[in-house]
């Protein structure tokens, strides 16, 4: 008999101290700060712990809700499910959804880090609109899926779950993981776009996007409209000369009249779908043809979508979009938020 309470002794001792090791793996450190007095030390929580953590989704990401203006917090990996559902059609090809997942992971977790809130309201990390990235909760996807909901939502859930934990690096940091609708077969240089050279956004061949529904678009102004929205006058049927072309095949300059206008300024003061566009004049009436949907610089969504039906994975897809990048941890990034938190 003393045998067997020696046993339940060491094994009730030996349990207890497996019990302590988590409280003991969190004890505040005591170091001497340079006074000689104790102070306590920023503890370094093992990488069990934070896994668990990130796993129970502890990050949350406040999202400024337009409809309601009121913020609402959502677990980190349950705003990407909501970004994915609302920026990709959920009849893409998983590959192509996983690529999404981890372009909208990216662009939050630099987002987190970085904290720059401008035009936000205090509290807000992200807006739900195309100022961030558009987002829907759940209650608002059932509202527009109706029937179709669980298949859909069944599949991004599982793109986002097959690439939780992961994002986009250049050099060791996550990168501006831009994307668009639809190119016009290439991707758009950065710079020829927007202000800065960004080194992984870098032109790139897209002939699937060729299949998008979206590919070509039209639109029709009158001669009045098309004078008053770019501050010119056409005074014959040469509508405009194109000065040069970016290495995207898009504008970069353009004359009208007297004036010369970069592709994005006629773009967006004509709302066209892309800066790739062609012209001609009938009667009143100017009918503007564009090739391609969305700014141009980053992921295609219907090449990525092109892409996977090929056969290529998730990993290709971003490696094409983006270049010299590396797929890493979110880990490392999430911890410098939540200790700055």
Same mark, same amino acid.
């Given at each position: 008999?003393?045998?067997?309470? =020696? ?6 001792? *030996? %349990? ?7 409280? @003991? ?6 170091? #001497?700060?340079?006074? $000689? ?29 337009? $409809? ?7 677990? @980190? ?9 609302? +920026? ?24 987190? #880090?970085? $904290? ?5 309201? +205090? ?11 558009? /987002? ?7 509202? !527009? ?33 831009? /994307?668009? !609708?639809? =190119? #016009?077969?290439?991707?758009? #240089? ?21 299949? !998008? ?9 009158? *001669? ?5 929205? @770019? ?12 000065? %040069? ?21 006629v773009r967006e003061k004509l709302d066209l779908a ?8 009938? &009667?009143?009436?100017?009918? *503007? ?8 610089? &980053?992921? %295609? ?17 971003? !490696? ?22």
């Amino acid at each position: 008999m003393k045998d067997w309470k =020696s046993i339940v002794a060491v094994l009730t001792a *030996v %349990s207890l101290f497996i019990l302590l090791i988590p409280t @003991l793996l969190v004890l505040p450190t005591l170091v #001497n700060d340079e006074n $000689g007095e104790l102070v306590e030390e920023s503890q370094q929580l093992e990488e069990s712990e934070w896994t668990a953590l990130l796993n129970d989704q502890a990050v949350e990401v406040a999202v400024y809700r337009t $409809g309601s203006e009121e913020i609402e917090k959502f677990p @980190l990996e349950q705003y990407i499910v909501g970004v994915v559902a609302a +920026e990709m059609p959920a009849e893409f090809e998983l590959e192509a959804l996983k690529a999404q997942s981890l372009a909208a992971r990216t662009y939050v977790v630099r987002q987190l #880090n970085q $904290g720059n809130t401008e035009g936000l309201p +205090e509290g807000a990390v992200v807006s739900d609109s195309v100022s961030h990235q558009v /987002f829907k909760s759940e209650a608002e996807l059932k509202k !527009s899926w109706g029937t179709e909901f669980d298949a859909k939502i069944n599949k991004i859930r599982q793109a986002v779950a097959e690439t939780a934990g992961q994002v986009i690096t250049y050099e060791g940091k996550p990168i501006d993981a831009s /994307f668009f !609708s639809t =190119s #016009n077969g290439y991707t758009e #240089n950065s710079e020829d776009y927007w202000e800065n050279e960004i080194p992984y956004l870098r032109s790139v061949e897209s002939p699937w996007d060729k299949e !998008s529904p979206k590919f070509t678009q039209e639109k029709t102004l009158t *001669v009045e409209e098309f004078e008053a929205k @770019l501050g010119v006058k056409i005074t014959n049927k040469d509508i405009g000369k194109v000065l %040069s072309r970016t290495e995207g095949e898009r504008i970069e300059q353009i004359k009208i009249g007297e004036k010369v206008l970069t592709g994005r300024e006629v773009r967006e003061k004509l709302d066209l779908a892309s800066s790739d566009f062609t012209w001609v004049l009938r &009667g009143d009436e100017i009918i *503007v043809t564009t090739e391609g949907y969305g700014h141009g610089v &980053g992921m %295609s969504q219907y090449g990525a979508n092109g892409m996977a039906k090929d056969g290529k994975t998730y990993q290709d897809i971003v !490696s094409h979009y983006y270049q010299d990048v590396t797929i890493s941890e979110a880990e490392p990034f999430l911890k410098q938020y939540m200790v700055k938190k």
